[in-house]
């Protein structure tokens, strides 16, 4: 039974608009959630992350939103550039060791010039 | 510069044969780590070291082993006994709780 859920394989939007992306978990020891961003053959690369005590945290043009009722969360990119073109993770944690995330199947998301 | 080096970035075997991959950072992070990635899937965790001299199975650790004698370095060693070794391997390590991992840039192990 898959913890972490990216539902969207992919995502296409437009250079300047937002680009929303999802993530569902089902555990509820899950405390401490965080996106990576990843390119072909090579390492995730860190990009934001929210504890279960918030609901929102921005960096920039990211935003990730948790909705702890729901156990969704979601990431904004606002605006969305090119250089954004690539697969995004999900990943949860149940004690804040990021190291031991439980990853989703990522969300591949192109941004069109 | 910090970071954590994987070496190499591809590697062929033969089946039935033990092959290591390297893991090493100058990042001075206790914690380490070290996840598979098959095609279309998320990263999956193999082992795991909070410490020198101590590590701990991950959710697929069959066929696989480590060591960590050093702080540094986290070698994993794909033995013959997986079944399925063909996959990008990546090592991470994180520096305490509530802060993100820093990921390598892998090896793609392919056997043949």
């Known amino acids: 039974d898959q913890q972490v859920k990216q539902n969207s394989p992919s995502l296409s939007v437009q250079e300047g608009r937002i680009s929303i992306l999802n993530c569902d978990y089902t555990?509820?020891?899950?405390?401490?959630f965080l996106w990576y961003k990843k390119y072909p053959a090579e390492g995730p690369t860190f990009l934001i992350s929210?504890?279960?005590?918030?609901d929102k945290n921005e960096d920039g043009r990211f935003t990730v939103f948790l909705n702890k009722s729901a156990k969704h969360l979601s990431l904004h990119i606002v605006p969305s550039q090119p250089g954004d073109s690539a697969v995004y993770f999900c990943?949860?944690?149940?004690?804040?060791?990021?190291?031991?995330?439980?990853f989703g199947d990522g969300t591949t998301l192109t941004v069109k010039p | 510069d910090g970071g954590i080096t994987q070496s190499p970035k591809y590697l062929f075997r033969k089946e039935g044969q033990n092959v290591t991959l390297s893991c090493e950072q100058n990042l001075n992070h206790d914690a380490m780590y070290w996840y598979r990635q098959d095609p279309g899937q998320g990263l999956r965790l193999i082992y795991y070291?909070?410490?020198?001299?101590?590590?701990q199975k991950g959710d697929i650790a069959e066929g696989y082993s480590v060591s960590r004698e050093k702080k540094e370095s986290f070698p994993l060693t794909v033995t013959s006994a997986q079944k399925n070794p063909t996959a990008f391997y990546l090592c991470?390590?994180?520096?305490?709780?509530?802060?993100?991992?820093?990921f390598g840039q892998g090896t793609r192990l392919t056997v043949v």
């Open positions: 555990n509820s020891m899950f405390d401490y």
């Open positions: 070291s909070q410490i020198v001299n101590d590590f």
């Open positions: 991470a390590s994180s520096r305490g709780v509530y802060t993100e991992a820093f």
């Open positions: 990943a949860a944690s149940g004690d804040g060791n990021a190291g031991k995330s439980t």
């Open positions: 929210i504890s279960s005590i918030k």
